[in-house]
């Protein structure tokens, strides 16, 4: 890579050379990152719409329709271009403006679910600790205050990355050997030497997952001690049923996050980071929504209820078409 010249301002594009090596299997990727994404889309979509048909929203069944929503948003941002480029055999380009929006808003979305986690590690902290002051503590009006907070902390921790990241010169190939803007690809391209470029990342993930992973391991011990209190074996396995979702999802997300941004930008690996990211940028997002459906008892109630009012409503329908036809004869 020619490192001798550099260019910066907003005229640059930058070229994603993600799949350029997989000629032969591009159709076949495309068809597997299609049907991921309809499924990772439907999932979603069935939680959110479960949890808006609920009338009475528990705290979790809250955090629950945030955290969809911004499963929703997040494959939206980096998986309908991953398609558009893989039907396109020429390669892809990328403007300046829309790369540096693009990772705003990735990792944006994923600030804020990191911040979501930990305020679902505090939910089931209160609920299992302070069983008696759930209902005062945790009112509708805290919970929607604490998810503004998540998604206003993300964003705005996003907006200092990406001012730091696209301030750089870059090299004038442009070339980005990944499937999207991701901040470890920039900073590869970036014609700097110094680890004084990697500062805004390393406070970014101190932020963004070092903060968060503290308070949920706090919650987490207290709920431990709390549940080891518990006489029976069949109370502690209830206590600890309550928490296996979140905690599967907290170990998907953060195993991810910390593996592929909480390192050096000399181990910057094209290949390994392509891989790890197609797992949280597809995989993930669709595991998600069949974990909480499988385990969670509040959206299993809420999406049952949901496909009985639709049941009910199609049947309603059909008796009004079949009397209608009777009538008419």
Known sequence: MDRSNHTTGATVDFLLFGFSDLLRLRPLLFFIFLIVHLATLAGNLLILLAVIAEPSRPPMLLFLCQLSAIELCYTLVIVPKTLVDLANPAGSSISFVACATQMHFFVALGGAECFLLAAMAYDRYVAICQPLHYIAMMSQGFCLQLAAVCCLGGFAVSLGLTVAVFRLPFCSSH???????????????????????????????????????????????????????????????????????????????????????????????????????????????????????????????????????????????????????????
């Open 175 to 329: 070339h980005i050997d990944h499937f999207f803007c991701d901040v470890p690809a920039l900073l590869h391209v970036a014609c700097t030497r110094s680890y004084i470029s990697e500062l805004p990342l390393l406070a970014a993930c101190i932020i963004l997952l070092l903060f968060p992973i503290l308070l949920i391991l706090s919650s987490y011990t207290c709920i431990t001690i709390a549940v080891m209190r518990i006489r029976g074996s069949a109370g502690r396995s209830k206590a600890f049923s309550t928490c296996a979702s979140h905690l599967t999802v907290t170990l998907l997300h953060y195993g991810c996050a910390t593996f592929m941004y909480v390192r050096p930008k000399s181990n910057y690996s094209p290949g390994r980071d392509k891989v790890i990211s197609l797992v949280y940028t597809n995989i993930t997002p669709l595991l998600y929504p069949l974990i909480y459906s499988l385990r969670n008892k509040e959206i299993k109630g809420a999406m049952r209820k949901l496909l009985q009012k639709r049941l009910a409503q199609s049947n309603w329908y059909t008796f009004k078409r079949e009397h209608a036809q009777f009538a008419t004869h």
